[in-house]
């Protein structure tokens, strides 16, 4: 489960300095991210774009890996010795690193993390939560107690659901956050808190999804802020060179976005991919990317420093090599563009099912990376106009809004920033929540097993119906040992011997 423990050591936080509640103060914020750099470092720049300052503090190791336009967002650096680090080993470093402690001190922050909440109450700011994939909802929600779990399926299947939430919330609980808490008290005075009061104090979940998705909790509480896209945009313009080297190849672009270890499958899609000006051109975004002496075909071009929405959104974009993961496959719905996924664990599994239910994605998640299927999923996607007209679909059901994500990001953080505590009692969640349907299936669970046990005496009263017992009774003596084992000398002791 170390995965799991891994997942949850940092989710990353957001600080906002108190103010009146009549007139908005500036807001200061502050995005500690040890996973998903780049995922974290959008939303930093969102933060910013919006007015503001933000700070994003990343392991030292993970430099190469930010968004790569960040723009006025103040980055700090936790120094991590091994390159290839635990969480919970950079959550350690920044708690003991004085510079930044005191960085931290002047800007005020909050933060949502088990290893991180413990610092947000020794200085007085605002918890908010940002969850970022399944399983994290779940530890968030479960914690909380602000969303309710939503399961449509049949009973047995919504019972192992049942079973396994609480298998992954336990997990998370036991092993990385009351590991967290023990790190905390090293370098913090006590500050009262437990695994029971950990987030008593949060005032913020931002889900970091969106509805497209998946909807599996109901909230409870006004307080959960759905900002899955809040980074969304146009695409802009791609650089000259490398428009002028697309715009040849006149069947359009294959974008992928996979990871370095798909090399081999990307080189092999580029070459069997029609040739030439009749041909089509891959363009691959990988941040890893340095250049070797390895020839490389002529339609794949390879770039590091691209932002991937440019991509996605190039008008001559006709399909998308994707993990779809939530971030990705967010950016690739709002552009209404065409996927293939290749999911890579249990979350991006989950997305890729929702996607192709959505018609807008193709699973190659049990295709061989060195299958020539690649080749033919993408020719059919390209000839097929079903898969764009659902993604254009798909893309205006997020664009067609009444408010867009940011702006609910921002709108709720410089709320809580004005009311501070004054409202919290309006909007705190009911813990625990129940339902009517649940009392009707407890009553109804008792009635039934009510009715199985009364069935079960009547059918073992069927089959196996009581036959006399003849007894016969005898008197004898009883002998000296069982005169001195009664501690008392009868005249005579009755006997009943049994037959059948």
């Not at 298998?167 to 029971?196: C, M, Q, V, W």
């Not at 290749?342 to 989950?350: A, G, L, Q, V, Y």
């Not at 000839?383 to 007209?389: F, G, H, L, P, V």
């Not at 009364?454 to 040992?481: G, K, N």
Request: some cysteine.
């Amino acid at each position: 489960m170390s995965v799991i423990i891994t997942l949850y050591l940092c989710m990353h936080l957001v600080n906002i300095i108190h103010g009146s509640t009549l007139v908005a103060p500036p807001l200061s914020a502050v995005v500690v991210a040890f996973e998903d750099i780049y995922d974290l470092s959008l939303l930093a720049n969102s933060l910013s774009d919006q007015g503001i300052d933000a700070t994003l503090i990343i392991p030292a190791p993970s430099k190469g890996e930010l968004y790569e336009t960040l723009i006025d967002v103040e980055v700090l650096t936790v120094n991590v010795e091994a390159e290839e680090f635990a969480t919970i080993q950079a959550c350690e470093a920044l708690l003991k690193d004085e510079e930044i402690a005191r960085k931290i001190q002047e800007i005020q922050p909050i933060f949502h993390d088990g290893c991180l909440l413990p610092w947000v109450k020794t200085i007085g700011s605002i918890p908010v939560i940002w969850t970022r994939n399944h399983e994290e909802e779940i530890y968030v929600f479960e914690y909380s107690g602000a969303a309710f779990p939503v399961q449509s399926a049949g009973f047995w299947t919504r019972l192992r659901m049942t079973i396994t939430r609480r298998s992954i919330f336990s997990t998370a609980r036991d092993e990385y956050a009351a590991h967290a808490l023990r790190i905390a008290g090293k370098y913090l005075p006590d500050t009262g808190l437990n695994l029971d009061n950990l987030y008593a104090d949060v005032r913020l979940i931002l889900w970091g999804a969106d509805t497209i998705l998946r909807s599996d909790y109901a909230p409870l509480t006004q307080l959960i802020v759905e900002i899955g896209c809040h980074h969304c945009r146009g695409a802009h313009p791609l650089q000259t060179d490398l428009h002028k080297a697309l715009i040849e190849y006149r069947l359009g672009t294959v974008v992928a976005l996979l990871d370095e270890n798909y090399e081999t499958l990307i080189k092999d899609l580029a070459q069997k991919l029609p040739q030439g000006r009749h041909g089509q051109a891959v363009v691959w975004k990988n941040v890893k990317w340095q250049n070797s002496n390895d020839a490389l075909p002529e339609n794949l071009f390879i770039r590091s420093k691209i932002d991937r929405q440019d991509l996605i959104g190039y008008g001559r974009t006709r399909v998308v090599l994707s993990h779809c993961a939530d971030t990705e496959l967010l950016e690739i719905a709002f552009h209404g563009t065409p996927v293939i996924c290749f999911p890579r664990n249990s979350n991006e599994f989950k997305n890729v099912a929702r996607a192709v239910q959505l018609g807008f994605a193709h699973s190659a998640g049990e295709i061989n990376i060195l299958s020539n299927e690649v080749v033919n999923i993408v020719t059919q996607i390209h000839e097929t106009m079903d898969y764009r007209e659902n993604a254009r679909k798909v893309s205006l059901a997020i664009r067609d809004r009444i408010n867009p994500a940011v702006d609910r990001l921002i709108y709720w953080l410089r709320y809580m920033a004005r009311a501070k505590d004054e409202n919290l009692n309006f909007f705190a969640p009911i813990r625990p929540a129940k339902t009517l349907n649940e009392d009707l299936q407890f009553f109804l669970g008792l009635f039934v097993v009510s009715l199985l046990f009364f069935v079960r005496r009547l059918i073992a009263h069927v089959l196996f119906p009581c036959v006399p017992t003849q007894l016969t009774f005898h008197m004898t003596t009883p002998d000296e040992s069982t005169v001195a084992f009664l501690g008392h000398v009868p005249d005579s002791r009755l006997v009943a011997s049994a037959a059948a």
